[in-house]
């Protein structure tokens, strides 16, 4: 029953993401909580800094450790490849 319910949570949050434009619920709370403060942003000192690229580890759990696809290094090799 508990595996039911977080997985109807999952796509009922999904699907309101998705309604509103956003493709997943990560997105959609992150932008929830922009709009938010910009709303308030006469009341509150506000900077919003977003990362230009997420790249590989430098230290922890070992040097060059990343998890997922790694856009950058493909685009890299990939406009350095030769036919």
Request: proline residues 6%.
């Amino acid at each position: 029953m508990l595996l039911f319910v977080i997985r109807f949570k999952l796509y009922i949050t999904e699907n309101r993401a998705n309604l509103y434009g956003w493709p997943n619920t990560y997105t959609f709370t992150k932008a929830m909580g922009e709009m938010l403060l910009v709303h308030h942003k006469d009341n509150v000192p506000l900077i919003i800094i977003r990362p230009t690229m997420i790249t590989s580890t430098n230290k922890d759990p070992f040097p060059g450790w990343i998890e997922g696809l790694r856009y950058i290094s493909y685009s890299h090799h990939s406009q350095t490849l030769k036919d």
